[in-house]
Each structure stands twice: as structure tokens, then as C-alpha cells.
């Protein structure tokens, strides 16, 4: 397999390295903005947009979500189209891939839908500290695992490929997709414009403030682009 860039597709160059090809994945507004402050979730994608991105979940080895994106959204995180997880049974691979989540404060219900919703190996990440009350709060619902004090997306990145993840796509939500981006460990960024603003200042945005090693100086390059109804998909391969 190749170990450079996959301009055709994604994922490529996996063999050989020390921590999971990082996909990062967003729907924003406009302006920025990955939600709003209503009671009910706003909808950037179309169904579409929602398909492409069950593609990348079926190419993964495991999806990432911040605790904090559980905690208001709930969300399953499985491979929706049946076709895709009969091909990665058929592949010997399991119908969904492995969930992961991390948290700082350790702050995560057992009975939300990542812990509860289909077969599959589950990783909650915690500070060291915290790992203690993480594991007695969810039992045998998940693996629990110290990264760090402060947690190190680095030391949970190797882990993760120690455990034989070798694709991650993560999903969000603004302070994840900050730790990641931050920190230099996104291989591709997969960001899908939405064609209206938000315009609220305490909506969460896409990322918070912070040092990006992709700054002016050194700029993204573009890879795909394409247009998917009346939104806008956009794929950047970071610069080391």
C-alpha cells in the first residue's frame, strides 16, 4: 500500500506506522459554526452528504467523539447502510468499527447509545487520574484508559494503534477537532460547508481558539473537491 497521500479517495498509507491515519470530519455553516443554540440539533448535511460520510465510517477502524458530543447528541455511531457492514463482515471485520471517546473531567453515562448500540469494542480515554471512578461508573461497558495528566492525544493515539486501530476518523465535537488539528496528528480533513450562517456567539464552532500548526505560513493543500447538493465538500491534506 502506499504511503503517501490518497488524492483519489482517502486513507491510504496505514502500513507501518506509529499511530492510526487520522481522518477529521465536520459539517459547518458558513460562518463556522457546527450547531446552534436551539433544543434540537441542527441539520448541516443532506442525505447525500450523510451517505459520504458512512462511507468513511465503513473505511474505518474506529470512530472518536468527545464526551461532550455524547452528552448532547447522543449518537450511535455505527455504519447505517447495510451493504457496507455486510462487506466489512465479509472482510472479517466487525459491522460497525470500534467506538472511542475521551474525557477529562470523566464525565460519561453508561446507558448513552455509544455504550448501548451494537457489537463492538468500545475505549473511553481519561486523564490518569480519573481513570479509577471512569471504570467503576461504566463497569464491563467499556475499556478504560489512562492517556495522561493532562490527556495526550499523542500517548492516545499509540495506544489506540497498539490495539490494532490502524484508520480513525474522528467526528468531533469543537474541542476534539481543536486537540486534534492543535496538535498536528490529522492526516486528512474532510469539512462539508453548509450554505447559511448561524450568527450566534455562544453556538460551538468548528474549533476554539487555539496555536494551529496550519497557519498562513502553511497552508493546507487542497485535495478533492466537490459539490453535494446545495453543500460544499472540501478535503485538505494538513502540512507536517
Known sequence: MSTG???????????????????????VSLDGYIDDVGAARLMLSDDEDLDRVDEVRAW?????VGAGTLRADDPRLLVRSAERRAARVEAGRPPSPAKVTLTRCGKVDPGARFFTAGETERYVYTC???????????????????????????????????????RLMVEGGSAVHTLFLSAGVVDELHVVYAPFFVGQSAAPRFV???VFPQGPDNRMTLGKSRQIGDLMFLQYFPQP
Open 60 to 64: 474505518a477502524d474506529a470512530l472518536l
Open 128 to 166: 490518569d487520574r480519573t481513570v479509577p471512578r471512569v471504570r467503576a461508573a461504566l463497569g464491563s461497558v467499556a475499556t478504560v484508559v489512562g492517556a495522561g495528566d493532562p490527556l495526550d492525544v499523542h500517548r492516545l493515539l499509540a495506544d489506540l494503534r497498539d490495539r490494532g486501530i490502524e
Open 5 to 27: 497521500r490518497c488524492l483519489s479517495g482517502f486513507g491510504e498509507g496505514t502500513i507501518g506506522r506509529v499511530r492510526p491515519y487520522v481522518i477529521a470530519s465536520a459539517a
Open 208 to 210: 476554539n481558539a487555539g
